[in-house]
């Protein structure tokens, strides 16, 4: 078996395409329009789906929120400084919502950041674990 993807709803997709693009430097991996069921498909990552798990971005056209609830945790991407990142993710406009440094209870070197949506995107510091 193989981790293929992490699928999120977003409002806004362009929106969206720009922050994991231009904030977290991922990649537009490929993208898919369903007009019958009215909603867009965008796959972005690090790299191609053969080898990398991704996110598959999920933009339904009359939907442009949504409630996120209190049981979905985050994402996780390694990082080599998670206080660096948290520096490049600010200067690119992007929003940290747990600055760098030790987990509670623990050691790992995490910090926390918001997508557009208000899904939250972990750091955890390579090396740390
Ligand atoms: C190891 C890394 O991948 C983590 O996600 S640990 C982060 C840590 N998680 C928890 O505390 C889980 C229990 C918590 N009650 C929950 O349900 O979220 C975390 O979020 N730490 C917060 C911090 O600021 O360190
Ligand atoms: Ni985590």
């Known amino acids: 078996m193989q981790f293929l993807h992490t699928m999120l709803r977003v409002g806004n997709l362009e929106r969206s395409l720009a922050f994991y693009q231009e904030v977290l430097g991922m990649r537009l991996l490929r993208r898919q329009d369903y007009p019958?069921?009215?909603?867009?498909l965008a796959f972005v990552g690090y790299g191609d789906e053969t080898d990398h798990t991704v996110l598959e971005l999920t933009h339904n056209w009359?939907?442009?929120s949504y409630e996120l609830g209190n049981a979905f945790g985050h994402i996780a991407i390694g990082v080599e400084d998670a206080y660096q990142a948290c520096e490049a993710v600010r200067a690119k406009g992007?929003?940290?919502v747990r600055e760098a440094g030790p987990m509670k209870h623990g050691?790992?070197?995490i910090?926390?950041?918001e997508d557009?949506?208000?899904y939250k995107i972990e750091f955890i510091q390579k090396g740390s674990l």
């Open 94 to 96: 992007g929003k940290v």
């Open 107 to 109: 050691t790992t070197v």
């Open 36 to 40: 019958e069921g009215r909603f867009t």
């Open 62 to 64: 009359d939907t442009d």
């Open 111 to 113: 910090a926390f950041v």
């Open 116 to 118: 557009p949506d208000g």
